[in-house]
Nanobody, 124 residues
Framework: VQLVESGGGLVQAGGSLTLSCVWS????????IGWFRQAPEQERVGVTC????????NYAASVKGRFTISTNNANNTMWLQMEDLTPEDTAVYYC??????????????????YGQGTPVTVSS
């Protein structure tokens, strides 16, 4: 499985940014895909994910209402729309996947395919 992120960059606090991820090599129809992030000197944590079986999404409390995940499974593309960004959102953002995945809800601990990451810096 290959995951390639793009769209990271520098943005001012209060601004918006949209990340993209293109995946390949997922052969099962049942999978989950999502975004993780790792801030400097912190562990990588889940941001949001979606299960292909149900379309159900999961959001970390810190981003709920500000970030939106979307996918186009026909084009193997996922997006993360980020709004009202704050300096606390500064991190390297990783696209992640797990397949097969038969659950209706995605689970942070289940992911084991990761991309190389794209950095996001939010200035105050």
């Amino acid at each position: 499985v290959q995951l390639v992120e793009s769209g990271g960059g520098l943005v001012q606090a209060g601004g918006s940014l949209t990340l993209s991820c293109v995946w390949s090599g997922i052969t099962f129809r049942e999978f989950a895909i999502g975004w993780f992030r790792q801030a400097p000197e912190q562990e990588r944590v889940g941001v949001t994910c979606i299960s292909s079986n149900s379309g159900n999404t999961n959001y970390a409390a810190s981003v709920k209402g500000r970030f939106t995940i979307s996918t186009n499974n026909a084009n193997n593309t996922m997006w993360l729309q980020m709004e009202d960004l704050t300096p606390e959102d500064t991190a390297v953002y990783y696209c992640a996947a797990v397949s097969p995945w038969f659950g209706s809800d995605c689970s942070w601990g289940a992911f084991y395919f990761y991309g190389q990451g794209t950095p996001v810096t939010v200035s105050s």
